[in-house]
């Protein structure tokens, strides 16, 4: 067996994974690599044939230009802010839930949970337009609140944290109980933070759910002051007569992008085991 | 058992604890799905008072060729989408899982897709695809392959937007794939070996019994999400092309009724068919389930 794996055939075999390798690299890099360099183009640059992948010459034209026509730090704010508060939103609620769930014990918790669950079946475009109505008439039409509030509550999160949090062993609190903390101290102290790798996936999930996000928010937050990314770069295409700028639209799409990207990059342990965690799109 | 675990107390912290929670799904979740419910009963254009009509919008949509036209193209979408991602995942799967240097650089890769928002991938396919300036002719007229209109007529678009969806979701799957190999046991490919097993039959009498499990559950989650394809069916097509006029799937055909023509009671309605429709899938899936799944314990 040893010496089969130095053989020719064997080497040609390596050889031709690490080319297939080579090529699913190649093909997931190509569209990225793509969209950078059109957004690096000057408008006359990008309706060259055949296509040039190196921008020649190289400039920052398409993102001043698309400064000038939309307030750009603003997007960016808007769309940082509403992830941020919607992840951290939703930890807090969906782990003092699953607290309840999983550290007490009360009679009709089986029940209530089972309900919990039961709404995760329902698919998010049935929900799509009772949630707009519901906005319309809070009054929130535009606001950050209809950006955020819905998204602070679904049963899975509170699925997630209650199976981390079902794991934890009984004497870690009863030593707490003793010394006189209250439930509150105990899941602060203790339960958090010994949750941790739960709280971290749900984070993540939390917050690339909400900057991705795009059905909604495409109906209840389209003004410049609320508006966020992947909203505005909708937008950029042009209209049926006009022809769209698509070294503008690129820019758009490099900015919408870059921040998951890096984000992603720094934290990919727990992407990973969120998005396999969910399953079910959002 | 500490004093507050009993009586009022005990409640008072359950209560504390599950109120943020139990509000906000109800107000959220559970309130607009009964709202979404009644809905579908009634007429409601958000300006006039909604009207009570009872079966009607059903009835009507039983008659809708757009309906109909949404429902056969989604279900064309995934005859397309569904078989090429789940066997392109799973040979992406078995790489990922080869002890190989470069295949962490491999996973990594097919996984930046996955967290890219659908706006940002169908905007950046929708210029690939550009038939003068796009990236995808070049190459394959160089190769003497006629290329079609893409975005511009239905069919090519359809397979466009098949295209960019197994490029965007390859990584997601090969992932849930992944978990299923590396929970099989390396002492099975062992004995076989040593049985004289090929390589091929290794993976068709072990890798693949063992792993459907796990290829059940992405079966599932693969139907659940594509019967409710949107984002990319609603950007991709160009604007105004016989593609943007004839491309719809079932979630864009609702969202045009509740946006676009202010039906909220018609499209409430066919979002209905739709989850019974994912529901009965998934019911008969588990169904069938022992058919075709091996678990390990039986």
Do not use: C
């Amino acid at each position: 067996m040893n010496l089969s794996r130095t053989s020719p055939q064997m080497n040609i075999k390596r050889l031709a994974v690490y080319l297939l390798m080579l090529l699913l690299v190649v093909l997931m890099l190509l569209p990225f690599a793509w969209m950078i360099s059109t957004s690096l183009k000057a408008q006359q640059y990008i309706l060259e044939t055949p296509p040039r992948l190196i921008p020649d010459p190289l400039t920052f034209e398409s993102y001043t230009s698309l400064a000038e026509r939309m307030d750009l730090a603003r997007i960016v704010f808007n769309s940082v802010f509403v992830a941020v508060m919607t992840a951290g939103g939703q930890i807090l609620v969906s782990a003092m839930a699953a607290y309840a769930f999983s550290r007490i014990q009360w009679r009709g918790r089986n029940l209530i949970f089972t309900l919990y669950l039961a709404t995760m079946m329902v698919p998010s475009v049935v929900l799509v337009i009772p949630q707009f109505i519901l906005i319309r008439q809070l009054g929130w039409m535009n606001t950050y609140a209809a950006l955020i509030v819905p998204g602070l509550f679904n049963a899975f999160g509170t699925f997630l944290l209650r199976q981390s949090f079902m794991g934890l062993p009984k004497d870690f609190e009863e030593a707490a109980f003793v010394d006189g903390a209250n439930p509150f101290t105990i899941f602060w102290r203790i339960v958090l933070p010994l949750n941790m790798p739960a709280i971290a996936t749900l984070i993540v999930l939390s917050f690339m759910g909400s900057w991705n996000s795009y059905l909604l928010p495409l109906f209840v937050a389209r003004k410049e002051e609320v508006i966020t990314l992947p909203v505005a770069l909708a937008t950029l295409q042009a209209g049926p007569r006009a022809l769209t700028e698509w070294n503008l639209v690129m820019a758009g799409a490099v900015i919408t992008v870059l921040p998951i990207l890096i984000v992603y990059l720094l934290a990919q342990k727990w992407f990973v085991q969120g998005v396999v965690s969910s399953g079910i799109k959002g | 058992m500490a004093a507050w675990q009993t009586g009022w107390t005990k409640w008072k912290w359950v209560l504390f604890f599950l109120a943020p929670s139990l509000l906000g799904l109800s107000v959220f979740i559970v309130l607009p799905i009964l709202s979404s419910f009644t809905l579908a009963f009634q007429d409601w254009n958000l300006l006039s008072p909604p009207e009570f009509i009872g079966l009607q919008n059903f009835e009507e949509l039983a008659a809708d060729p757009a309906f109909w036209s949404a429902l056969r193209t989604t279900l064309l979408f995934i005859i397309l989408y569904i078989p090429s991602v789940f066997i392109l995942a799973l040979g992406l799967a078995v790489l990922l899982n080869q002890k190989l240097r470069g295949v962490l650089v491999v996973r990594t890769t097919t996984f930046l897709p996955v967290v890219a928002s659908w706006v940002v991938v169908s905007l950046m396919w929708k210029w690939i695809f550009n038939p003068q300036y796009g990236l995808i002719n070049p190459p394959l007229n160089a190769l003497g392959i006629e290329t079609p209109g893409w975005l511009f007529t239905p069919d090519s678009a359809l397979v466009a937007i098949v295209i960019t969806s197994v490029w965007k979701d390859l990584g997601y799957i090969a992932v849930m794939y992944l978990g299923g190999l590396q929970a099989i046991n390396d002492t099975l490919y062992e004995a076989a070996r040593i049985d004289g097993a090929t390589p091929r039959q290794q993976f068709f009498r072990i890798t693949v019994p063992l792993l459907t499990p796990t290829m059940f559950f992405v079966l599932i989650i693969l139907l659940i999400n594509s019967f409710q394809v949107f984002d990319q069916v609603w950007l991709m097509p160009m604007r105004d092309s016989a593609a943007d006029r004839q491309v719809e799937v079932l979630v864009t055909e609702v969202v045009k009724n509740a946006f676009s023509y202010n039906r909220m009671g018609y499209a409430s309605a066919m979002s209905w068919v739709l989850f019974v429709l994912i529901f009965a899938i998934t019911f008969v899936q588990l169904r069938l389930q022992k058919r075709w799944v091996h678990y390990e314990s039986e």
